[in-house]
């Protein structure tokens, strides 16, 4: 078999290689601290480390077929990422459940990601030509989820679920806000549409390098950023 190296100067391959590294180390962590976490917490904490081993499987594959193609394995990053976010969506009702929060909730936040997923992925595949517009409803569906976290309930409950939980959502809040406005970026620097026809790079090749690494940083950031608020609030809550 062909053993295939990474270039020095290839960030995409390598981008992919730390993520999958980054994701199974994150996902050992969190599901051997299962051990010495309460019982309350045990559930949220696992969602933690289910979140990462599904971005450290996804990433081992992304990785290799990346390195073999040269291409930019957009199917299963999009899988990943419906596999994912409405886990993400899971421990914001998970934390607010003890206010009151009800599975309705749960459903709203699942709904928007999943809108927001889709549609971008036809923007980035199916539907190019149309970037901008699958962007701007993508985005629509994002700043539902935004609203939600900072204003609408996932916020009110979190402000009846004690000082921690209250907390802790309001740095997710700063993850959903901050962390995940990283990826429209990649998206504006990959799909042909651009910043509503301003081409950030020309060249496509470069391009979707170029997005491919913005997702890589991001997702290593908000996987791994979001599981750990949620281990802090395990180990900072009294209760
Ligand atoms: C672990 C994966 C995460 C947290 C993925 C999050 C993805 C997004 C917030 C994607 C958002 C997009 C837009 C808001 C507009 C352009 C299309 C997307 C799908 C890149």
């Known amino acids: 078999m062909e053993h295939l190296k990474i270039a020095s100067d290839n960030y995409v391959a390598f981008t992919f290689f730390i993520g999958t590294m980054a994701m199974m180390?994150?996902?050992v962590f969190f599901f051997f601290e299962l051990?010495?976490?309460s019982q309350k917490w045990r559930t949220s904490v696992l969602v933690s480390g289910l979140i990462t081993f599904i971005a450290a499987v996804?990433?081992?594959y992304m990785r290799g077929y990346n390195l073999a193609t040269g291409d930019s394995p957009t199917f299963f990053r999009y899988v990943d990422w419906i596999l994912t976010v409405p886990l993400m969506c899971v421990e914001f009702y998970l934390i607010t459940k003890k206010a009151g929060a009800k599975i309705g909730l749960l459903w709203k936040l699942i709904a928007a990601s999943l809108v927001m997923l889709v549609t971008g992925y036809f923007g980035e595949t199916i539907d190019r030509d149309n970037s901008v517009f699958w962007g701007v409803v993508s985005g629509a569906a994002y700043f539902y989820i935004v609203y939600l976290v900072w204003f609408g309930e996932v916020a009110q409950l979190s402000q009846n679920a004690g000082v921690q939980v209250a907390k802790a959502t309001r740095v997710l809040g700063w993850f959903v806000l901050v962390g995940w406005a990283i990826y429209p970026l990649g998206y504006i620097l990959g799909t042909p549409g651009?910043?509503?026809?301003?081409?950030?790079v020309s060249d496509p090749a470069a391009a979707t390098r170029a997005m491919d690494i913005v997702y890589n940083i991001a997702d290593a950031i908000n996987k791994i950023g979001f599981g750990l608020v949620i281990y802090a609030l395990s180990r900072n809550s009294e209760d």
């Open 35 to 37: 051990g010495n976490t």
């Open 58 to 60: 996804h990433y081992y």
């Open 25 to 27: 180390a994150a996902s």
């Open 194 to 200: 651009g910043l509503f026809g301003i081409q950030l």
